[in-house]
Nanobody, 124 residues
Framework: QVQLVESGGGLVQAGGSLRLSCVASGRTFSNYGMGWFRQAPGKEREFVAAITSSGGTTYYKDSVKGRFTISRDNAKNTVSLQMNSLKPEDTAVYYC?????????????????WGQGTQVTVSS
């Protein structure tokens, strides 16, 4: 069973930056695509970014393009989300997810395992 542990959340002022990390264990990390989702209070979980198993292809939610960067280090079983120019509307619990295949999925159904989440709060 895959285990995912996120870290790096916190409180930041608008315009600031945070870097989220997710360490995976339990299966061959380099075989599977990875994704980041977020969920704000009272809202559904939404896709933020995803990356293929090799790291060669990435995909982003329109509102984070140019501000967020997803990356992975297969040698360290780690996927990261660098978030710059943060806005109050980015406030949410951010979840790391491990895909069921090597590709990219933008819906939760494409992901087999989830981390516990890390809170990101952006103050105005």
């Amino acid at each position: 069973q895959v285990q995912l542990v996120e870290s790096g959340g916190g409180l930041v002022q608008a315009g600031g930056s945070l870097r989220l990390s997710c360490v995976a264990s339990g299966r061959t990390f380099s075989n599977y695509g990875m994704g980041w989702f977020r969920q704000a209070p009272g809202k559904e979980r939404e896709f933020v970014a995803a990356i293929t198993s090799s790291g060669g292809t990435t995909y982003y939610k329109d509102s984070v393009k140019g501000r967020f960067t997803i990356s992975r280090d297969n040698a360290k079983n780690t996927v990261s989300l660098q978030m710059n120019s943060l806005k109050p509307e980015d406030t949410a619990v951010y979840y790391c997810a491990s895909g069921g295949s090597s590709g990219i999925w933008t819906t939760p159904r494409g992901y087999a395992s989830w981390g516990q989440g890390t809170q990101v709060t952006v103050s105005s």
